[in-house]
């Protein structure tokens, strides 16, 4: 892979971080060309078929989907990140895509219109998160000592809790001793470190504080 790599981000994005983290796990240097997603200029919808952050330009050619970005990079680039063996990679794949669910049960979490909506979406994400502890087995990572790209797409999840935990105490990990060391070991990784601007919590807070939603209301209080 010659050409210079450029993705195609918004600092909001979960998404993109997922991408971010899987180029700084190989090395692969590459350019960040932010886009303001609420006035998307004509050469991202030219590049982005369904409108949407990340998209990895490779020499020129668009790839869009933060999985598909994933797994491109990973049959391109060295070192493999998934696991080698097709049943056990099938998995990643299913657990990858938990992780999506959950980014949106996360989203229906802090648009939440009442405060009875927002405790139903919490118990949601925890309920959420005791399947992922049953599943935890071989830490520090999802599948032990080798990093690979379920823990990039769970990197992004745990990082709108550490935001959600300022404002008030959710129980979305309570008991989950698994998840918690797990979360730990993510937000020491430097490729999890650099995938967002430090600012990122503080953008965050404010993306939330607009939402006109409950969780809006308990950060005025
Ligand atoms: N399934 C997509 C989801 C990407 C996504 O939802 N991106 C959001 C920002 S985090 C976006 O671009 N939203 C703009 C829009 O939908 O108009 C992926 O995995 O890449």
Redesign the pocket.
């Known amino acids: 892979m010659n050409a210079p790599l450029v993705l195609v981000s918004?600092a909001?994005?979960?998404?993109?971080q997922r991408a971010a983290i899987v180029l700084h796990e190989k090395g692969v240097p590459f350019e960040r060309r932010d886009v303001d997603?609420a006035d998307k200029p004509d050469w991202f919808l030219r590049v982005s078929p369904l409108?949407?952050?990340?998209v990895l330009l490779a020499g020129g050619e668009p790839i869009?989907?933060?999985?598909v970005i994933c797994e491109y990079l990973d049959e391109t680039v060295a070192p493999r990140l998934h696991p080698l063996d097709p049943l056990r990679r099938a998995r990643h794949r299913g657990w990858m895509e938990f992780g999506?669910a959950l980014l949106n049960a996360i989203a229906v979490f802090y648009n939440a219109p009442d405060e009875a909506a927002l405790l139903r979406a919490a118990a949601d994400i925890h309920r959420r998160f005791r399947q992922v502890e049953e599943v935890l087995h071989a830490p520090p990572y999802f599948d032990g000592a080798h990093f690979c790209i379920v823990d990039a797409v769970f990197a992004p999840v745990f990082r709108y809790l550490d935001v959600f935990e300022r404002i008030g105490d959710f129980g979305m990990l309570a008991g989950l001793t698994r998840v918690e060391a797990w979360r730990a070991a993510l937000a020491l990784r430097p490729s999890v470190r650099a995938a967002a601007s430090p600012h990122y919590p503080e953008l965050l807070a404010a993306f939330l504080a607009r939402r006109g939603s409950a969780l809006s209301s308990r950060m005025e209080e």
């Open positions: 918004h909001l994005c979960p998404y993109v997603l409108g949407k952050t990340p869009f989907e933060s999985a999506s």
